[in-house]
């Protein structure tokens, strides 16, 4: 799912099932938005966007990654039905040269 402003593409989300029979109905959820269009809600509406579609696809489950300093992303993660599962210690490493922890966050869609 893309999103323009004019012609130019500010913001993308996609999930990403594996074809493997172990993870029959499983996601893995991955959104972007430029800098410029944060904080305006744009995250907030493609995450519900991209779960409608997911549950009208049959999926049963969505997880995600995010860093755990990013806590607008987490937020709104939260706010759209993710809950935290457990988290990784210095699993990414930032523009700022050091490691960062992240966390794992799911929904469950077919309850």
């Known amino acids: 799912m893309l999103a323009f402003h004019r012609d ?3 913001g ?3 999930v990403h099932c594996p074809q493997l029979s172990r993870l029959k109905g499983i996601g893995d959820f991955l959104i972007y938005v430029h800098r410029n269009y944060q904080k305006q809600g744009l995250g907030t ?3 519900n966007a991209i779960l409608e ?18 806590l ?4 709104c ?9 457990d ?3 210095d699993a990414y490493f930032g523009d700022d040269g050091t490691y960062h922890d992240m966390l794992i966050m799911a ?5």
């Open 77 to 85: 993660y939260e706010k759209c039905g993710f809950v935290r599962e």
């Open 107 to 111: 929904r469950i869609l077919s309850r």
């Open 12 to 14: 993308f989300a996609l």
């Open 53 to 70: 579609e997911a549950k009208k696809e049959g999926l049963h489950r969505i997880w995600l990654e995010v860093v755990t300093d990013n």
């Open 72 to 75: 607008p992303a987490v937020r």
């Open 45 to 47: 509406f493609l995450t």
């Open 8 to 10: 130019r593409v500010v």
């Open 87 to 89: 988290a990784m210690r």
